[in-house]
């Protein structure tokens, strides 16, 4: 019959085009994470031990995101859409042997020229890699048809019946997640006494999950999924339509949670995950601080990292002994005030400037006054304040009383971090909620408009500077006392860029959304200087950041977790639609005229 | 004679070549509604734009209350009193209905950082009195803003909605002279006859002075008590509806000359 | 009708904060920069100061290494002209022509062939590195700026930060964090030249002319061709240009090609001045490119040019010429804070630069 012709030419033509075009991209993508070494520094952790390493996870991923590309089409309301069929898996399947081919080129090339001198990470271990240990012959065999296998189960996600897919994809989530975290995991359960049974059932020894956990958390999750999903969706449904003063009490109630959750974990986790968490603390600090001046006042500084600094080194040069030009000796908390004043005072100082700029020149006058301030506190010239590219050392511990908070111990110093954080975090969430929060968020979205609703730009241009350069200085002041010593290459434009990464992707303008990218990003990446939960990450760290970033603001500019007004101001259209099928849908009752 | 309200000597205002405002008088007696009329081009909203320090004017005075407010910044202008509704409206998108009428009380309103962050009970009383205020205006215009209409982000306004909505927010500034911007542009004969009352309601139930600039003659008429007729940057008319608009500078200025007699 | 008497225009002394703290700044500024001439000037004629040959060898190489902020201050310059946003990751499609551009001159070098045909070995290495420089741009538009077309400035700002930091690390994933140095300079670029009595750099030379070459056959390339008349329409006004018939999408990628282009010429030029590249390399100069970009007017092509050369200069010969006399010790170290400085006084001061700015129609305040 016509139709099922139809079908399968629109099909054939389908899987030429689209297929291979998103094959070959895979392909690339392959090749290129090969050689950079990601593939290679990955195999070295287990996903699922022994069967599955993090490196193969990643390329079979790339094959299955490809299939799932190849084969996916929009469905538009009101548009006649085929139903997925058995062609797509075969689009599918096609991206997959394409992008096989691709690596497979790509092995043969290697192995026939040596281009180690250049590509510096394209080794031996390379090619033992993608030809799965087993010679060329199988290699190869092996990349085409596992491309086709992986690229069909890619499409053929599209055939599952969505709670089904769902489930699926939450299991396998989980399967990482619960892997990723095993340090963790570990800490907790060490002190019960069937830590080491737990350990040798759950954990293999490369890392990752052995094959009974992972199935055990695999089918638990698919069927918790399956089970609760429809429950998931429609709580997170009330909580959209609670009232503001519910709305509120939850979040209160959550974050005590949080909070005491934060209490109670560092003395449970070991010292690797609490320092870890320090690094987190920090960040988390910083983030909170320029989301205010980001996400609230809509300003872009990109020079963050100055007013850090200034806290940093004013604690420093008034606390330690060996502070260069005068050592007044004080203690943490009596230096304190004086960090809050200058760096009020730096935030004046960047503020004032910049007031009447526009944004994007904004964003490189403050990098240009990030790096004047490095460039500063490194150089000869204030070499008698700051100590010079030697830094300030032996700068002492922070004392409340009786206790000495030792950097050396991570757990203190994250108690301490918790403190300022919830500070901070309370700030900011009052801030937001308020007449200056109100005149920020107008300012962001039409200054003009707002300075001829009465709002005086100018005091709050300056006020969220200023806010956002004591909440960093805390970081500052932090920092210095618990690493002891400062020296200026911690403060370089990376670390502005790290928070802003942060807020990007957690969330803009929301805390939680700050408090989940500091976990997730820092994390699971590591700071500038430190490795975060997994080791493997570190030398890719900026590269995944860099590529975050690219991400989030090409397909969820809003971040994971992000305030509703941020969800609705980068989504209008589809808010627009959403509220005019809901207006339909109270039984044509016509929207009342304007 | 009372003190007037609005002043204007002198008024001058050019940008590169193209003066738009020519030394203007202009002046508008309290509890007034004044509509400020004239061709495309007649210098109309640039002098909004003037009176409001959104520029500063090259010459001339702007006498309010007696005081001169030439060359202020914008804020301090809506601080003494005077707000205004934009041309293309220009509300605050992603803010809620009843956020954009509650920022606008911005200069009304002192409660700074720290009431903020420690929740005084200056503060919280005055977020109360803003929440209610930015009702009672929003209540202004009947239930069409009202309701659920509160938590609504303004970007799901409908047009008449949101022209309704900007006067609401000028409303809220607390001024004493209104200045709106065409409010009835692009309003279906229904929700224009219902805002031109409602221009009328401003000053009989709330005591604004109101200059009104528009194009549509009807609300002109209906809602006048004077009217100014701008060309050019100059005022080539002053009266009431009916003297303006038998006027010849004013027809001519509209309709252009008459051909000469006598010409093929 | 009242007659009113005509008032002075009255000069608004708006002595508000803001007004106080820059007039302070400026006032800084020329006190320094004067205080710091006059000392020179007085440094010299006592005979205190750097020598003649000293200075004039600060000059070489601030025109040397202002010719090549230049050329990448192009890309930075036609892109905001079109667009209207800073393309953050350009300073990297000049680090990526550079390091391919290296690996070819160590092929090259090996063979010989850079000793015994420098001339044909410098025009390959050039030629991959602007082909290299080329592509990357073009891929980078492709995937990372192309769908944010529209949307609201600061966005395809941060995308183009992420970009610069992915292709950063993705060069110093694919080629190894280790400093590469571009193989001696042949013979025929050492030493140096007399050229009018004044002794300059081979090398040096060679870069200033090659870039002033590169940027003399783009200014006939923008305003003779047809594609350089399209890039100008599309650069004024997006719209109205479509309306004319003109592929404005192609136009933008041809616009990226012909920055990136410029950048490959730089990259060689830097690897043979400088030798050593990695792929930090691009970062600091990239940023002094927008500043000498804004400073000449962003968007006008001859305008980012000299001001990369005006930067160059200043930023060379300034530490010395300013700050040293003002009893500032080491001030070599300060080379980028003058940079710094001078990107922030510019863009607070003059925004609009000292040539004056082309915007696109849609970006014009």
């Known amino acids: 019959m016509t139709a099922v012709a139809s079908r399968s030419s629109r099909a054939a033509v389908r899987v030429d085009r689209r297929g291979v075009i998103t094959g070959l991209g895979a392909g690339g993508v392959a090749v290129f994470l090969g050689m950079i070494g990601m593939l290679v520094a990955f195999d070295g952790r287990n996903v699922i031990d022994p069967i599955l390493s993090l490196g193969y996870a990643v390329l079979i991923g790339v094959f299955v995101v490809a299939g799932h590309r190849a084969a996916a089409r929009e469905e538009l309301e009101g548009v006649e859409f085929e139903p997925y069929g058995p062609y797509d898996v075969v689009s599918g399947a096609v991206a997959g042997i394409v992008g096989g ?214 604690t420093a040069v008034l606390t330690s002994p060996l502070s260069p030009a005068f050592s007044p000796e004080l203690t943490w908390f009596a230096a304190l005030p004086f960090v809050i004043v200058f760096a009020a005072m730096a935030g004046v100082l960047v503020g004032t400037p910049v007031l009447r700029m526009r944004g994007d020149y904004l964003a490189i006058v403050t990098l240009g006054f990030g790096e004047i301030a490095r460039i500063l506190f490194l150089s000869d010239w204030f070499k008698g304040i700051f100590g010079g590219a030697q830094g300030i050392i032996q700068i002492p511990s922070v004392e409340i009383g009786p206790l000495t908070i030792k950097g050396t111990d991570p757990q203190q110093v994250f108690y301490l971090l918790l403190f300022f954080v919830v500070i901070v975090a309370y700030v900011s969430w009052r801030l937001q909620d308020s007449r200056i929060g109100r005149a920020w968020i107008a300012m962001r979205e039409d200054e003009q408009v707002a300075e001829a609703m009465g709002v005086n730009t100018v005091t709050a241009k300056l006020l969220a500077f200023v806010i956002g350069a004591i909440m960093a200085s805390f970081g500052g002041a932090i920092f210095a006392a618990k690493i002891g010593s400062i020296f200026p290459n911690s403060f370089q434009f990376l670390v502005s860029i790290i928070v802003l990464v942060l807020i990007i992707v957690g969330g803009m303008g929301s805390i939680p959304g700050v408090a989940v990218g500091a976990f997730v990003l820092v994390g699971v990446l590591g700071g500038p200087t430190s490795p975060g939960l997994l080791r493997e990450f570190a030398e890719f760290k900026l590269l995944i950041y860099g590529t975050l970033l690219v991400y989030m603001m090409l397909k969820r500019p809003e971040g994971l977790l992000p305030s509703a007004r941020r969800t609705r101001e980068l989504h209008q259209e589809e808010y627009l639609q959403d509220a005019w099928i809901d207006a339909q849908e109270k039984e044509g009752h016509p929207e009342e005229d304007g | 004679m009372a003190e007037r309200l609005l002043d204007i000597r002198g008024l001058s205002k050019g940008f590169g070549g193209l003066q738009a405002l020519r030394n203007l008088d202009f002046h508008v007696e309290e509890g007034e509604i004044v509509s400020v009329i004239g061709p495309n081009g007649a210098g109309k909203t640039t002098f909004f734009n003037t009176i409001t320090g959104l520029y500063p004017p090259d010459e001339g005075e702007i006498l309010f209350e007696g005081n001169d407010i030439a060359g202020l910044e914008p804020s301090d202008i809506t601080e003494r009193g005077i707000a205004r509704t934009f041309q293309n409206v220009r509300l605050f998108p992603n803010m809620t209905v009843l956020e954009n009428v509650m920022v606008a009380q911005h200069c009304r309103t002192r409660a700074g950082v720290f009431g903020a962050i420690f929740r005084t009970k200056a503060f919280q009383r005055e977020e109360k009195e803003i929440r209610e205020l930015g009702k009672d205006v929003l209540g202004f215009f009947g239930t069409r803003l009202t309701g659920y209409r509160f938590e609504q982000p303004a970007f799901v306004l409908s047009y008449a909605n949101r022209r309704r909505l900007e006067i609401a927010r000028a409303m809220a500034t607390q001024p004493r002279l209104l200045l709106l911007d065409e409010p009835t542009a692009g309003m279906n004969p229904r929700e224009t006859i219902e805002l031109t009352e409602l221009i009328g309601k401003l000053r009989s139930e709330r005591g604004f002075t109101v200059v009104v600039i528009e194009h549509d003659m009807k609300v002109v008429r209906n809602v006048s008590d004077r009217v100014v007729v701008l060309d050019h940057g100059v005022q080539i008319a002053s009266g009431t509806y009916d003297e303006v608009a038998s006027d010849e500078n004013v027809i001519e200025a509209y309709l252009g000359r008459p051909a000469e007699r006598g010409t093929p | ?322 700050l040293a006399p003002l009893g500032v010790p080491a001030v070599s170290q300060l080379k980028d804070v003058v940079a710094f400085t001078a990107l922030v006084l510019v863009l607070i001061f003059k925004p609009t630069g000292l040539f004056g700015e082309r915007l696109a129609v849609e970006d014009r305040a």
């Open chain 1, 101 to 314: 081919a691709v690596v497979g080129g790509f092995i043969l090339l290697i192995e026939a020229f040596d281009v180690r001198e250049v590509f510096t990470n394209v080794s031996p271990a390379l090619v033992d890699f993608l030809t799965l240990d087993s010679g060329l012959a199988v290699g190869l065999i092996a990349m085409a048809l596992g491309g086709a296998v992986f690229g069909a189960v890619g499409a053929a996600t599209h055939l599952l019946p969505a709670r089904v897919k769902d489930s699926a994809i939450s299991a396998v989530i989980w399967i990482f997640i619960i892997g990723f975290i095993e340090l963790v995991i570990v800490d907790i359960v060490e002190s019960f006494k069937f830590a080491d049974f737990f350990e040798d059932f759950v954990y293999g020894d490369r890392r990752g999950l052995t094959v009974p956990a992972a199935l055990l958390v695999g089918a638990g999750v698919f069927l918790l999924t399956w089970r609760f999903r429809g429950r998931v969706v429609a709580f997170r449904a009330r909580i959209q339509v609670m009232p503001e003063e519910q709305r509120r009490k939850t979040g209160v109630v959550i974050a005590l949670v949080l909070i005491a959750l934060g209490a109670i974990l560092p003395a449970v986790l070991g010292t690797f995950v609490n320092e870890l968490l320090t690094i987190v603390g920090l960040f988390l600090l910083m983030g909170l601080g320029l989301n205010i001046v980001v996400g609230l006042a809509g300003i872009l500084d990109l020079g963050y990292v100055a007013f850090f600094a200034v806290g940093a080194y004013t």
């Open chain 3, 1 to 322: 009708m009242t007659t009113t008497t005509r008032r002075r225009p009255r000069t608004r002394l708006r002595f508000g904060f803001v007004d106080s703290f820059l007039w302070a700044v400026r006032i800084g500024a020329v006190a320094i920069i004067g205080v710091g001439l006059i000392g020179s000037i007085a440094d010299t004629l006592s005979g205190e100061g750097i020598s003649g040959g000293a200075w004039r060898d600060l000059v070489i190489t601030g025109l040397s290494q202002g010719s090549m902020y230049g050329l990448i201050a192009l890309g930075y310059s036609m892109v905001y002209g079109v667009l209207g946003f800073i393309n953050f990751a350009h300073g990297e499609v000049f680090t990526a022509g550079a390091i391919v551009g290296f690996f070819v001159a160590d092929a090259l070098a090996e063979a010989g062939m850079w000793t015994d045909l420098p001339i044909l070995a410098i025009s390959i290495v050039m030629l991959t590195s602007i082909t290299t420089a080329t592509l990357v741009a073009v891929l980078v538009e492709r995937i990372a700026y192309k769908p944010l077309r529209g949307a609201p400035r600061l966005i395809p700002l941060i995308t183009s930060i992420g970009m610069s930091f992915f292709l950063q690390y993705a060069i110093r994933g694919l080629f190894g964090s280790n400093i590469k140095s571009y193989p001696q300079r042949p013979t025929a670029l050492q030493g140096s030249v007399d050229l009018f009595g004044v002794p300059i750099g081979k090398a040096q030379l060679a870069v200033i002319v090659v870039a002033a070459v590169s940027m003399v056959s783009l200014y006939l390339f923008i305003n003779r061709t047809k594609t350089g008349r399209a890039m100008r329409a599309v650069a004024e006004d997006k719209e109205i240009a479509a309306l004319m018939g003109i592929n404005v999408n192609r136009t933008i990628v041809t616009t990226f090609a012909v920055g990136g282009a410029m950048a490959g010429v730089a990259g060689t030029l830097w690897g043979l001045l400088f030798r050593q590249v990695f792929f930090f390399t691009g970062f600091l100069p990239g940023v002094k490119a927008f500043t000498a970009a804004v400073l000449g007017g962003i968007g006008n092509i001859v305008g980012a040019y000299l001001g990369g050369i005006s930067l160059g200069l200043f930023e060379s010969v300034g530490p010395n010429l300013i």
